[in-house]
């Protein structure tokens, strides 16, 4: 088979994903015979495109996934989009636009024509994306969040948790986006880090019947008029002896009451407080403590209305009277002073917009009790989350959790199963259809005569979230009529094969930032409904930053198109170059160079294989030097799988690929290759030839899950193999032990090589001058068994053992060895003398680090005991090199 000279990575890609989708490899289904393995893809907005943290994201998943393939388990990947209802409804509004249409010209109905016109148009195009990465889903389960089975679940979810009291409508404050004019809950809400610089207002309200006057001080002088009091705290002896007075509003002149509450700090601002109930959680508090008015002066749009008392101010955006109302209250003398301070302002995740705290009748599911086993099992540890800091912030959340904001008042989502059939705030049922929600008004309201017209549903559609956190169990048919008893709520356990399969999942790949709007509500809903956990571990990735640290995005203009780095370096050149730096938890830095880094690996592999495929091949002998290079290389590769091992089971993904990059890189190409390459134009052994195209299959295995297409392109290469005979498909290898006598005596090997190639290199000697080597050591028959490796490898004569320090040479010292380079011309002294004693510095502080760790009672009774033995070489090899370098360097005296 002709090997072609470059590596072509878009054919290779486009040819292996197509042959595995048509084998159908992807494809995933019951079998009592196999261990199960599962994953549900975090699903992207259908308003989406792939992006650099998909990128990641859908990385690590199709390496886990391909892992466990290869394991012989029943690997499934469902992937899926969620319907995103803010997001594609501002997108389609905007599409509207375009056209000259207003969604408010426009019927429900009508309205939803267009927006599943739109999203057949463009939902699906992220997860054809994602083919192109390689992602190896079941696709023919792909899931959408509005499909009718995953509507049905909602609603039946819905009307449960009614049903068993957690759901209620009710009178709150809640975050208002004026934008998307819709209902937020708390974690939609997002600030940026840092906080944001924002103007601070003094404003004077005059004293009823006095010359006296208040300074409150104020972010939002838009809001003056809608105060409803003046509050300060009853201990503050400044201001106690107002309590029970009344203030003046400037402009309306409304009388306010001063009112003493211990809410108001002290020591913040002036210690006094203007209280708005309608446009401030916490002054809404005050309100209800003290029941004060309520005064609503913002509209939905976000423009003032009639409330506000002052004509010219209504119709227009809070933010364009913030300007005109400071140029009023200064002009009229209220306005004392403004200063810039940093503060953290609420916007909303979706839009952008500063969030309008706005009192409003809305759904809620009352979140303490139904919470309570999702906090437990985390805490516990029966789903662990990796890295596991993220335990702290979990528990803080769910200590702390409120109430959960789910109706949006939008049209595009899951419409609330809610009918009204009066004006009474109670006069309403929850059900799933009409015809059932009429007989239950008759029931409810004991009214006979009322017929579905008289009904009228809730116009609200669900949180996005309130659909997607059923996912793990919707995508399974969970909440199919067969295998949901709606009596009992809970879904019933031995009828489902592919949920009780599949279900729990595995692992979860996720971002830290949606650990509460998603995770921390699977879990709720996993154990809610089929009484178990939604998936074993939670792999929380960081975010992609730039390289300045800024998180990557389009408004920055500072994210390259993850489909332009696939066209550039090839899907595997980029898979590795996201998880190059990307460790669990933290924060990935990203540089195109570690995307070229990845290409240049799969060249360094490809080149490799064409040289191993070039050889010729001859029935001589296996020589001595090659039968111990298999030997090593044999007990290497056995290490780096237990490392590999090791990794993956501590979700070190980054790592896990490093380990298999050396491997590849130093190991295999750098070392075992160079040592068993036969001379220019010469022959090899069929013994190591074979061996070696054989360890060559074994690389690829564990190279597999992070570059698919590269390995699945030599796996055929290597020789001819049967249609289904496919890597995706092998098997992985097994971990074994390995002598770690043979890699110490390797190492010991490399390193002599190293030193003596960086003595040539500095002296300009030829490589291919053959030089002299003494060696001075108490392991006589180490150096011997390595005699004819080193001749090769580093184009010496055989090791010479001595006692002495020979005249004019160059010396260096590897752990307990001293060696020597004879040479003709005159040695430096003194910079031998430098050499040596700058080398020695480092030992010494190496030695001290060592000894720092292995002095750590902490590390020493927790780390395993392989690594702790590791530590104490490591000391022993360091404590004998400084010994033969004080030597060396006394004889140089």
Partial sequence: MEISTKYDPAQTEDKWYQYWMEKGFFKAKVDPNKEPYSIVIPPPNVTGVLHMGHMLNNTIQDVLIRKARMEGKEACWVPGTDHASIATEAKVVAMLREKGIKKSDLSRDEFMKYAWEWKEKYGGIILEQLKKLGASCDWDRTAFTMDD?????????????????????????????????????????????????????????????????????????????????????????RHAHLIGKKAIVPFVEREIPIIGDTYVELDFGTGCLKVTPAHDPNDY??????????????????????????????????????????????????????????????????????????????????????????????????ILLHPPKFKNTYNHWMDNVRDWCISRQLWWGQRIPAYYYG??????????????A??????????????????????????????????????????????????????????????????????LVTAPEILFFWVARMIIAGYEYKGDKPFKNVY??????????????????????????????????????????????????????????????????????????????????????????????????????????????????????????????????????????PGYEQPIDEATHAKTLDFFEQVMKLLHPFMPFITEEIWHSIKERSEENCLIKAAWPET??????????????????????????????????????????????????LGSSLKKLANVCDPIITTEKPENCFSFVVKSHELFVPVSEEI???????KLTEELTYTKGFLKSVEKKLSNERFVNNAPEQVVAMEQKKKADAEAKIASLEASLASLS
């Fill in 438 to 507: 009429l007989q239950l008004a008759q029931e409810k309201s004991g009214n006979k005569s009322l017929t579905t017209a008289d009904l009228k549903q809730d116009e609200d559609v669900l949180d996005t979230w309130a659909s997607s956190w059923l996912f793990p169990l919707a995508v399974f048919d969970g909440f199919n009529d067969q295998y949901f008893d709606q009596e009992s709520g809970k879904i019933i356990n031995g009828k489902n094969a592919e949920l009780d399969y599949f279900y729990p999942t595995n692992t």
């Fill in 828 to 834: 430096d002294v003194e910079a031998e003398k430098a």
């Fill in 149 to 237: 089975d995953y509507y049905d679940a909602v609603i039946k979810v819905f009307i449960d948790l009614f049903n068993k009291g957690f759901i209620y409508r009710g009178l709150r404050m809640i975050n208002w986006d004026c934008e998307a004019k819709t209902a937020l809950s708390n974690e939609e809400v997002i600030y940026k880090e840092g906080g944001e610089q924002a103007n601070l207002y003094y404003v004077n309200y005059h004293i009823k019947d006095s010359d006296e006057h208040v300074t409150i001080a104020t972010v939002r002088p838009e809001t003056i008029l809608g105060d409803a009091a003046i509050a300060v705290n009853p201990n503050d002896e």
């Fill in 423 to 436: 004006q009474g705030e109670d006069d309403f049922v929850v059900a799933d259809s009409l015809e059932s």
């Fill in 736 to 785: 074994k032990d390995f002598d770690q006598s043979i890699l110490d005596e390797a190492e010991l090997l490399f390193e002599i090589t190293s030193n003596v190639r960086n003595l040539r290199s500095s002296k300009g000697i030829s490589p291919k001058e053959e030089l002299d080597l003494s060696v001075k050591t108490d392991q006589e028959a180490v150096i011997n068994k």
């Fill in 285 to 382: 508090e005050i309100g209800q403590r003290h029941n004060l008015e309520v005064i609503d002066t913002i509209n939905l749009d976000g423009t003032l209305n009639e409330a506000c008392g002052i004509p010219k101010y209504v119709g227009k955006d809070r933010f364009v009277v913030r300007k005109e109302i400071v140029k009023d209250l200064t002009e009229a003398g209220h306005l004392i002073k403004e200063e810039q301070f940093t503060t953290r302002i609420g916007r909303s995740e979706r839009t952008n917009t500063v969030v309008e705290p706005k009192l409003s009748l809305q759904w809620f599911i009352k979140m303490k009790e139904i919470s309570r086993t999702a906090h437990q099992v985390v805490m516990d540890d029966e």
């Fill in 540 to 677: 929380l990735t960081g975010i992609v930053r730039d390289k300045q640290r800024r998180k990557m995005s389009k408004s920055l203009g500072n994210s390259p198109d993850p489909l332009d780095l696939i066209k550039e370096y090839g899907a595997d050149g980029v898979r590795t170059g996201m998880l190059f730096s990307s460790p669990a938890g933290n924060d990935l830095l990203f540089d195109e160079k570690l995307v070229e880094q990845g290409r240049n690996f799969a060249n360094k592999i490809w080149n490799a294989f064409r040289l191993v495929k070039g050889w010729d091949i001859t029935h001589e002998a296996q020589p001595e030097v090659n039968a111990v290079a298999i030997e090593w290389f044999e007990n290497r590769y056995n290490q780096a799988k237990a490392e590999l091992e090791d990794h993956f089971a501590k979700y070190r993904l980054s790592d896990a690929l490093m380990t298999v990059y050396k491997l590849v890189w130093n190991d295999f190409c750098s070392w075992y290759l160079e040592w068993i390459k």
